[in-house]
T-cell receptor, first 112, second 113 residues
Framework: DTAVSQTPKYLVTQMGNDKSIKCEQNLGHDTMYWYKQDSKKFLKIMFS???????INETVPNRFSPKSPDKAHLNLHINSLELGDSAVYFCASSRAGGHGYTFGSGTRLTVV | QQQVKQSPQSLIVQKGGISIINCAYENTAFDYFPWYQQFPGKGPALLIA?????SEKKEGRFTISFNKSAKQFSLHIMDSQPGDSATYFCAAPINSGNTPLVFGKGTRLSVIA
């Protein structure tokens, strides 16, 4: 069983569209994250979320929003997609206060 | 502001050699220093981590050396193998407590036979 699973693995869409990426973890972790990895492999934190606290990287445009229906899921919704949003998006999870992250295999988003 | 500075950007090592990747941090409140390994098409995976109360941690061929006074930590890969070819990231918590990790810019390691 995959510990942290993301869908879809690839996403190609046109500018201006709205899209969502889903993430689920079966590790019983309390905290989930979204990271963006650009073409230079730089990993940038976007959001950190547990059932008590949402930490938002202030540099993330408000077109990006995390949505968590329950502790095991943290989906990423993106409005009005732009060319610069093209990247690989990684979901991760950890125990509360823990720094040993388990990452998903990523979603490659291409905006055309 | 880059909170963890990683070097080199890329590294080529002969099979059997030692690979060394360095990381410097700024925030003295950091209390956890992991290294992650990422293969193409995969997510990063935790490789080894250290807390600042020890100066070295070894797991198999992988060793972290930690220098608190210099605010630096490094990853040493002994007897490097072609299967070690990957991108390596150092990381540290943004702040103390339950805060996310911030990553270095990564080092692409190629181990050649």
């Amino acid at each position: 069983d995959t510990a942290v699973s993301q869908t879809p693995k690839y996403l190609v869409t046109q500018m201006g569209n709205d899209k969502s990426i889903k993430c689920e973890q079966n590790l019983g972790h309390d905290t989930m994250y979204w990271y963006k990895q650009d073409s230079k492999k730089f990993l940038k934190i976007m959001f950190s979320y547990n059932n008590k606290e949402l930490i938002i990287n202030e540099t993330v445009p408000n077109r990006f929003s995390p949505k968590s229906p329950d502790k095991a899921h943290l989906n990423l919704h993106i409005n009005s997609l732009e060319l610069g949003d093209s990247a690989v998006y990684f979901c991760a999870s950890s125990r509360a206060g823990g720094h040993g992250y388990t990452f998903g295999s990523g979603t490659r988003l291409t905006v055309v | 502001q880059q909170q963890v500075k990683q070097s080199p950007q890329s590294l080529i090592v002969q099979k059997g050699g030692i690979s060394i990747i360095n990381c410097a941090y700024e925030n003295t409140a950091f209390d956890y220093f992991p290294w992650y390994q990422q293969f193409p098409g995969k997510g990063p995976a935790l490789l080894i981590a250290i807390r600042p109360d020890v100066s070295e941690k070894k797991e198999g061929r992988f060793t972290i050396s930690f220098n608190k006074s210099a605010k630096q930590f490094s990853l040493h890969i002994m007897d490097s193998q072609p299967g070690d070819s990957a991108t390596y990231f150092c990381a540290a918590p943004i702040n103390s407590g339950n805060t996310p990790l911030v990553f270095g810019k990564g080092t692409r390691l190629s181990v050649i036979a």
